[in-house]
């Protein structure tokens, strides 16, 4: 009995190691999954506050387009709105190291690519641009950080860019308004909307704006 006992002499410790890996194993487990769940849930968050302040420089947009008196000027580049922080290009930082690259932003809503467009990229039929010739050719129009839009609410890390092109569908008086928005945790949202006037004396002059349509794209 003795030489038993003694061959056993440190199973129960053995037995314990085991179970306490097995428990740091669980718990580790539960932390990492308590952590993704958090992470997830933070990345949602930030995506549905995108798409909202996409929304908020499109009203932005709106409201200088309602007041420019020729939308030929907005199609065709020479007008911008008030809301601009500087030169209609290059690199903006947010407060989160985020950066906006606005030609770039501008060369991908284009033609779905970094660099600069070339005329035929921008007239290739593909299923997002499938007008040809008459495929949107946007012009940088509203951009800037949120919170010198709306002064007092906490967004610093959100960056508004509102572009305005034709319309390609041909809608007599219509203009087409892109907004893209930029935030934390790579947050990013896109919003258009089809916006027509009434009545003027030609297709882009006077006469009330009305939204014909809004969409996400995604």
Known sequence: MIERLQRDT???LVMVVMALALLTSLSAALLLSATSELLIAATFTSQRAALYAADAILERALIDAEAAPDWSTLI???SLSSFEDGQAGGRRSLADGT??????????ARCHKRSACTDAELT?????RPWGARNPRWQLF???PLHDMLPGIPV???YGVAMVAANPAGIDGAITIRAEAYGPR?????????????GGDSAYNDGTPRMISWREVR
């Open 10 to 12: 440190g199973a129960a």
């Open 76 to 78: 065709s580049g020479t």
């Open 124 to 128: 290739a039929v593909t299923p997002d």
């Open 156 to 158: 610093e890390s959100w």
């Open 186 to 198: 790579h947050a990013h949202a896109i919003v258009e909307a089809v916006v027509a006037r009434d």
């Open 99 to 108: 950066i906006v690259d606005l030609d770039e932003t501008l060369d991908m």
């Open 142 to 144: 509203a951009y800037g």
